[in-house]
Structures are given as C-alpha cells and as structure tokens.
C-alpha cells in the first residue's frame, strides 16, 4: 500500500504511466498514487473557510458550507476520488459547456458562432449590460445570456421534447441517472428575475430563439440537475477523451467540436475570472454556482472538485485550490509549468 511518506518526485514521475495504468513491480497503479495525492490535497485545503455561499438563491444559501469532495477519471474510466463523493448538488452553470455540446452536436460549429458567439464578455456572469455592450448580444454561452440562447436552440418540436432530450443527454455523460433538485428548481424559478430580464431583451434583439419564459424554464431546470462530483468528473472525461465516453466507449461528439468546447470553457469557463485561471492553471474549466468545477486535461483525465463557498466571480474557493493543487504537482497546464497556491 502507498503510504503518504512517498515523495511528490515519485507522484510526478508516474504521470507518463496514465495512458496505459501499468503496475509497477510491488504491485501499486498509478491510480493509486493518484488518490494519494487527492487525500494529500484533500486535507491542505479542506481548512480553507474563505468564500461566501450564494444567498440570492436561497436554496444554495442552504448548503452545509464544508462539504468537500474531489475526483478524477482517467481516459480508461477509473474514477479516483476522496471526500463528499456521495453527495448531489446542483450542477448550476457545469452544465453550460455540455449544453453548448449538444448543440454542436446537432447543429455544427457555425451555429454557435453565428448565433451566439465565442467571444468573453469581461463581465459577471448574469450582467444585463454586457448584452448591450457587445454588438452580437448573447456573445458567449458560457455566461447566462448565452447559455439561455444555447439552450433555445435545442431541436424538439416543443420545450418538453427539448428538456427531455437536455436530461438524456447529461444522462449518457454522466453514464448515470440524473434529475432535478427539485428545492432548487423552484428557488432558482422565484428568484430569477434578471434572467427573466435577459431572456426578454435578448428576444427583442432576434438572439433568443424561443418563447422567453418557455427557454428560461429549461435553463432553469438543466442548472438543478443533481450531480455528485464524481459524475461530473465523467461528463467532463468524455471531452478529455475526446468525445468518446471513457466507460461505455460510444463516441458522443466528434473531436472538432470537443475542441470548440475547450475553446469555450478556456475563454470563459470561470466568468470574469476566466483570465486568472489560465494564467495559473491552464486548463480549460468551468465552474458553477453550485459549488462544482470541472477541468479537462485533453487526452489524460477530467477533474472536479465540489465546495459551496464561492469567490467574488462566483466559483467555488475550495474547488479552485484542489484542482490548481492537482494541475501543478502533476504537471498538467496545457501551457507550461503550474504556479502552485498557497496552501492555506
């Protein structure tokens, strides 16, 4: 068995052994080290008490503030985990990114170009003046105007077959079964109002494509989804294995439009904060109010990480720590050495 004296060197060493999982002469995968170094990271930062939980949504101001949970899964669908991996929470905005994929799916690349856009908004994720600000609108569907176009473009001949189709589709991600929170639901339904807001004037430009209380509705339903972090650590292995669903081996999205994804959650996976993460993680991420992030190393393996505290942008405080933690002692940034945090 591994023990926690083993050195960081030896953890970093392993990490070209990934792709095939050979054991090593005493027996111990690198699996194994792997969750190692979750527990190890796991106990650095689960002391960390900054953020604040999101009380304009009164059902996640409910949430037992030091929940914790971090897991990975590799391109062969070994999931690694430590912490509250049995615990469902809101999926929130982690759902954009595999929204935006199911309309690649359906619809191509050009379709979200021309439709929404891909380009960062500089600004919060729920801000009203930003679609005012940029001449295409919705601009990207990483951020709540675009998500509720990305969503309105979901093909079904009405706003059940459309959500039906949503869910299944985060169902063969997932490789689970999911449903709504029901509790978040209606409080995300009540509360509202600057969505409701954005649905209306992004109709009146011609960027929504559906009736606005109808396309808001789903939105509202696909950000309740229950997930575990586990399970969200899947749905983002099939982009890190490139579009192939690591466990069932069904090929879901073709490569190109995994890499429109990527390009989407790089650019805007964490809001405002979008532009930090790349600087010190480097790799392509989304976050959601919830308190789940989830990042992609393309080839090798997703991480999520679950914490209900949030940060000023919106994205869980704890979750950032442990994935930047992974990403830098396994050497994972797609563009170079990770700066390692402070550990707090």
């Known amino acids: 068995m591994v023990t926690a004296l083993r050195t ?16 090593r002469a005493d027996g111990v995968t690198p699996a194994a080290e792997i969750h190692t170094l979750l527990a190890e990271i796991y106990q650095e930062t689960s002391g960390n008490s900054e953020g604040t939980l999101p009380d304009y949504i009164p059902a996640l101001a409910e949430a037992d503030p030091d929940q914790f949970a971090i897991a990975v899964v590799l391109a062969d669908g070994q999931t690694i985990g430590v912490g509250d991996l049995d615990h469902e929470f809101a ?11 199911l309309v690649l799916r359906q619809s191509g690349r050009e379709t979200i170009r021309e439709k929404i856009g891909v380009e960062p908004t500089g600004a919060h994720f729920n801000s009203v003046a930003a679609i005012e600000l940029h001449p295409d609108r919705s601009v990207n569907p990483m951020v709540n105007a675009g998500a509720m176009a990305a969503v309105s473009l979901l093909e079904g001949d009405d706003p059940e077959a459309q959500w039906g189709s949503l869910l299944g589709w985060y169902q063969q991600l997932a490789g689970a079964e999911l449903a709504v929170i029901d509790g978040v639901y209606q409080s995300v339904q009540k509360t509202g109002e600057r969505n409701k807001a954005m649905a209306v004037l992004l109709h009146s430009y011609g960027r929504l494509y559906g009736e606005p209380e109808a396309v808001r509705d789903i939105y509202n339903r696909q950000s309740s989804v229950g997930v575990t972090t586990a399970q969200l ?105 990770v700066v390692p945090p402070d550990r707090h």
């Open 91 to 101: 999926i929130m905005s982690a759902a954009k990114p595999f929204t935006a994929a």
């Open 8 to 23: 960081r060197a030896t953890l970093i060493g392993l990490v070209a052994l990934l792709a095939t999982l050979d054991c």
């Open 233 to 337: 650590a899947m749905m983002g292995a099939v982009l890190a294995n490139g579009g192939v669903h690591p466990v069932s081996g069904e090929t879901l999205l073709a490569p190109d439009l995994v890499s429109g994804v990527l390009a989407l959650m790089t650019m805007a996976g964490l809001y405002d904060g979008a532009g930090a993460w790349a600087w010190e993680v480097g790799l392509p991420a989304k976050s959601g109010v919830g308190g789940g992030i989830v990042a992609v190393v393309p080839g090798r393996l997703a991480i999520a990480a679950f914490s209900p505290r949030l940060d000023e942008q919106g994205n869980s405080v704890r979750a950032q720590l442990a994935i930047r933690q992974f990403a830098s002692r396994m050497r994972l940034g797609l563009f170079g050495p």
